[in-house]
Each structure stands twice: as structure tokens, then as C-alpha cells.
Nanobody, 115 residues
């Protein structure tokens, strides 16, 4: 079955960096677009970044320039490199894939940006 396992979250000071990873299994990873979403307390889940099967990328305006999504089709892993982090980036970050009519999510990883 499809499994998505995120890692790499934590506490970081404003202006700092983190790299999130999402290890995927149970499907042909290289054939699917992958996404990162985030959900802050009291807010709706929002799309942060997308990478297509051919590595075309798209970003939310709020993270453009600061975040970079990438993928490794050998390791079946998608990454989110986050730089110049702001307190408003604090959220649970989720990996996502839409496959054969179904949405699949990881368990999420907490990112807290605070001094």
C-alpha cells in the first residue's frame, strides 16, 4: 500500500533553515507528482510546493525563493529545503500524492520557527 513518511522537522530560529524529507513506497514514485502541504493551528491545510514527475516545480507565493522542492527517484524521496524561515512558516508539514483517484498523506512533521 502507499506509504509516505516525513522527517526533518523541528524547532528553528527565524532566518534559519531546515530540510524535510518524505520517503515514499507502495507505488511507482517516479511516475507521480508529489506535493508538500502545511497546516498551521486554526488554519486550513495549504499547498506549499509541487514537483511533477519530470521535476517541474511550482510554489505558493508565500514561500517562493525561500523554499525548494526536489525529488530523488532512486531513493523514492521528495525533499523540501526551507530557508529564511519565518514564524509564520510554523505548521505541520505533510507529504501528499494523488494516485488513481485517491489522496494519500503522510503523518506530518512539525516545523516551529521561534526565537
Amino acid at each position: 500500500q502507499v506509504q509516505l513518511v516525513e522527517s526533518g522537522g523541528g524547532l528553528v530560529q527565524p532566518g534559519g533553515s531546515l530540510r524535510l524529507s518524505c520517503a515514499a513506497s507502495g507505488f511507482l514514485f517516479s511516475s507521480y507528482a508529489m506535493d508538500w502541504y502545511r497546516q498551521a493551528p486554526g488554519k486550513q491545510r495549504e499547498l506549499v510546493a509541487t514537483i511533477s514527475s519530470v521535476a517541474m516545480t511550482n510554489y505558493a507565493d508565500s514561500v517562493k525563493v525561500r523554499f525548494t522542492i526536489s525529488r530523488d527517484n532512486v531513493r523514492n524521496t521528495v525533499y523540501l529545503q526551507m530557508s529564511s524561515l519565518k514564524p509564520e512558516d510554523t505548521a505541520v508539514y505533510y507529504c501528499h500524492v494523488f494516485r488513481l483517484g485517491s489522496h494519500y498523506w503522510g503523518q506530518g512533521t512539525q516545523v516551529t520557527v521561534s526565537s
